[in-house]
């Protein structure tokens, strides 16, 4: 992992993306991805892999982390 602070307030990305930032749990250092320059952590092996092997899994948690309230 790189020393950039992580997205989404170190919450897990792939929670992000699937159920908004409020229900999201916090993503664990040791299971992190850097992709495009930005850190995104993760709350296990499963969420990360995911992660990586569905599309547009980045622009979904952006896209919902723009959107909290």
């Known amino acids: 992992m790189t020393e950039e602070?992580?997205?989404f307030d170190g919450k897990c990305a792939f929670g992000v993306g699937l159920m908004g930032s409020g229900k999201a749990?916090?993503?664990d250092?040791?299971?992190s991805v850097v992709k495009d320059g930005k850190t995104y952590l993760?709350?296990?092996v499963?969420?990360?892999l995911?992660?990586?092997l569905v599309p547009?899994?980045?622009g979904r948690a952006e896209a919902k982390w723009?959107?909290?309230g």
């Open 5 to 7: 602070t992580p997205q």
């Open 25 to 27: 749990p916090v993503g």
């Open 29 to 31: 250092p040791k299971h």
């Open 42 to 44: 993760f709350s296990g």
């Open 46 to 48: 499963v969420p990360k």
């Open 50 to 52: 995911l992660f990586e």
């Open 56 to 58: 547009g899994s980045a």
């Open 66 to 68: 723009a959107k909290r």
